[in-house]
């Protein structure tokens, strides 16, 4: 699937986090998932360049949205917006029961070492069923999101992967919500 892709600016890609659930029709959607588990609720979706997970527990919601989108994304429950460059570790309780965690970091590879990296990042999402969106860039590059969930009986832990030719750029995050028994 082709889909044109601007010029990969990684200081255009944010971690923003809401308290509450976001719209559909906001994005380019191209991947859903949910999972209800015990007494918490996951929603994931995909998209070119871009995730957002929606935690939901005992009447309290946590968003977490990856994009480099800059127009169109609302304000109301903000908590957080941070950029993505670099190495950053960031952690922000919801509620007294609710917890978040993430750590993001980013890379710039040459053709050769991105070219590998997208080889492995691919072949592990098709082994852990992760949930994926390939396409190709307006050169031709091939680019891929990818989010691994892995859920637990009190959190939830995922791994997102976007790897943008343009550029060379991987962006990582390690995701962890929690909660505390009611």
Not at 142 to 162: G, K, M, N, P, T
Request: one cysteine or more; glycine letters at 6%; charged letters at 25%.
């Amino acid at each position: 699937m082709n889909a044109p892709t601007k010029s990969a600016n990684l200081q255009a890609y944010r971690l923003i986090l809401y308290r509450r659930a976001l719209h559909p029709e906001l994005f380019s959607v191209k991947g859903r998932r949910a999972l209800q588990y015990g007494d918490y609720e996951l929603e994931s979706w995909i998209m070119p360049g871009s995730h957002l997970m929606r935690f939901q527990f005992d009447g309290a919601c946590a968003t977490e949205l990856v994009t480099s989108q800059e127009a169109g994304l609302p304000e109301r429950g903000l908590v957080a917006a941070l950029p993505c460059a670099g190495e950053k570790d960031h952690e922000q309780p919801f509620t007294e029961k609710l917890n978040y965690m993430t750590t993001v970091q980013t890379e710039q590879l040459p053709d050769n070492l991105y070219a590998a990296t997208y080889r492995e990042l691919i072949e592990f999402g098709e082994e852990s069923e992760a949930l994926m969106h390939l396409w190709k860039d307006i050169d031709g590059g091939l680019c891929a999101s990818i989010l691994d969930v892995q859920r637990f009986r009190r959190e939830i832990h995922a791994q997102s992967y976007h790897l943008i030719a343009q550029g060379g750029v991987v962006l990582r995050t390690q995701t962890i919500f929690e909660h505390k028994p009611r």
